[in-house]
């Protein structure tokens, strides 16, 4: 009989039979969580809808990654959460570049990591909302930060906003987002300087240092790792570019918390 995922899973767990003890108890109030095996995940990943996909495959890192790669190349736009029992800068590293939007050493905090699911699942369902001609008042909470979004901005520009938030820890293209807004470039950097008060470029860069400084927080990421995670593939660019918006650099700012 041939394996299927669900039409409604909202959450795909691929986990060693060992880890599929901790997700079979999950508990989120309408979402359908729908558990696989590892190895099962080259043969269903094609045909994938989920909102959110979960991989751990215990000590076996390598296999995760091989899923990561694989799951990003067919469905880019899915955020992915990889748990591993080995500890690995390096691993770590290979993830973030591979598109992994948030990357846990285990043991795990299990109320942490629903709070993580259940932003991921916000911020997904916002950015389908775009769509709709006209956006309510909200805000958006991006790992700890608040983004005040106005229902008097254009929907195109709230299409751009969107879209940039979504994927700040992928590569953001000027292009990219103005097809998002239906402008040419040229008209679409006026525009969203004219209600945004900065460039679009700039407006990413805020966000991602914004993200960084709550992920600095964090002792089980070092610094290149967290500069992965907020779309900066090369350390140095990160560094100018923290430095440049917060006045210190990241090693800095780290240093700061720890002696606070």
């Given at each position: 009989?041939e ?54 495959c ?74 709709i ?5 909200k ?10 979004v106005k ?5 195109n520009?709230?299409a ?39 460039s ?57 918390l720890?002696?606070?």
């Amino acid at each position: 009989m041939e394996v299927k995922i669900p039409h409604r899973t909202s959450i795909l767990v691929f986990a060693e039979k060992a880890q599929q003890k901790l997700y079979r108890s999950f508990s989120l109030k309408g979402e359908n969580v729908v558990i696989f095996s590892c190895r099962e995940a080259f043969y269903l990943i094609k045909d994938c809808q989920a909102k959110i996909i979960i991989i751990d495959c215990g000590i076996n890192i390598k296999l995760a990654l091989k899923i990561l790669e694989k799951t990003k190349y067919s469905h880019p736009h899915i955020p992915i959460i990889l748990l591993t029992d080995k500890s690995s800068e390096e691993y770590a590293i290979q993830a973030f570049r591979l598109g992994v939007r948030e990357y846990i050493r285990k043991p795990v905090n299990i109320s942490e990591l629903k709070k993580t699911i259940k932003h991921l699942l916000k911020v997904k369902r916002t950015v389908q909302e775009k769509r709709i001609p006209f956006v309510q008042n909200k805000r958006i909470d991006l790992e700890g930060a608040l983004f005040l979004v106005k229902s008097d901005k254009p929907v195109n520009i709230l299409a751009a906003i969107y879209h940039i938030e979504e994927n700040l820890s992928e590569k953001i293209s000027l292009a990219d987002c103005a097809k998002r807004a239906r402008l040419s470039k040229y008209h679409f950097c006026r525009y969203f300087k004219k209600h945004m008060g900065m460039s679009p470029m700039k407006y990413a860069s805020s966000l991602r240092i914004m993200k960084a400084k709550q992920l600095l927080q964090r002792d089980d990421l070092s610094i290149t790792e967290v500069s992965l995670s907020v779309g900066f593939n090369d350390y140095s660019a990160f560094s100018r570019c923290f430095k440049e918006i917060e006045g210190v650099t990241p090693k800095k700012y780290k240093d700061s918390l720890i002696t606070k």
